[in-house]
């Protein structure tokens, strides 16, 4: 059975920072990754998507990469900002079902 | 463009008290489509998916059921509501093909009272 792990739950960073979540999942065996950001209350708003083939994607001042044979990967966020406070969770396809992390909820203090 | 339509946004509901939540998709056609539950602090659950009109695959034993009666619409309903039913209930697309991205509604926040 997948298991997708997001460690810490929580960070608290100054803004500006340069930060790094990590997401890990036990079954290589996947189709895509998914980096998905959630607002309280709110539904997921879809980041970034790396297919099982690739190694990593850009998109404005987040880049997320996958190393799916060790099972990781990880989205990186470059000068953060307080707009950037949120739940970021990642999530793994394999068939026709995401498997989610539990997220990392993230507070980038002004 | 596809979009995709969730309601309620939120709803209170009394124990025993049936429930209907419906999801449609436009701008697509024959995409797969699904229910997840997000209770506070255990993460999304996947509750059901379908992969095409009448098609409905349950992830988990419990009190709800999924119905596909056309193509981009999907309900969640449950005939009598269990307080343990509460919580944030949320839709996705993805088109057919595997590999694709899975698009969010807004969710709709239950509490069964």
């Known amino acids: 059975k997948q298991e997708v792990t997001q460690i810490p739950a929580a960070l608290s960073v100054p803004e500006g920072e340069n930060l790094v979540l990590n997401c890990s999942f036990t079954?290589?065996?996947?189709?895509?990754l998914q980096w998905f950001r959630q607002d309280p209350g709110k539904g997921l708003t879809s980041l970034l998507l790396?297919?099982?083939?690739?190694r990593e994607q850009t998109s404005g001042r987040l880049n997320a990469s996958l190393d799916k044979s060790s099972g990781r990967s990880t989205l990186y966020i470059a000068a953060s900002q307080p707009g950037d406070s949120a739940t970021y969770l990642c999530?793994?396809?394999?068939?026709?079902?995401?498997?989610f992390g539990k997220g990392i909820t993230l507070s980038v203090r002004p | 463009s596809q979009t995709i339509h969730q309601w309620p946004a939120t709803l209170v509901q009394p124990v025993g008290s049936p429930l209907s939540l419906e999801c449609t998709v436009e701008?697509?056609?024959?995409?797969?489509l699904y229910w997840y539950r997000q209770a506070a602090g255990r993460g999304l659950q996947l509750l059901f998916y379908?992969?095409?009109?009448?098609?409905i695959s349950s992830e988990v034993p419990q009190n709800l059921s999924a119905s596909r009666p056309q193509d981009r619409q999907f309900i969640l309903s449950s005939k009598k509501l269990l307080l343990s039913d509460s919580g944030f209930y949320l839709c996705?697309?993805?088109?057919?093909?595997?590999?694709?991205?899975?698009?969010f509604g807004q969710g709709t926040r239950l509490t069964v009272v």
């Open positions: 996705a697309w993805s088109k057919g093909s595997l590999d694709t991205e899975a698009f």
């Open positions: 079954d290589s065996a996947i189709y895509n």
């Open positions: 790396i297919q099982s083939s690739q």
């Open positions: 999530a793994v396809r394999a068939n026709s079902k995401l498997t």
């Open positions: 701008g697509t056609s024959n995409p797969n």
């Open positions: 379908s992969v095409g009109i009448g098609q």
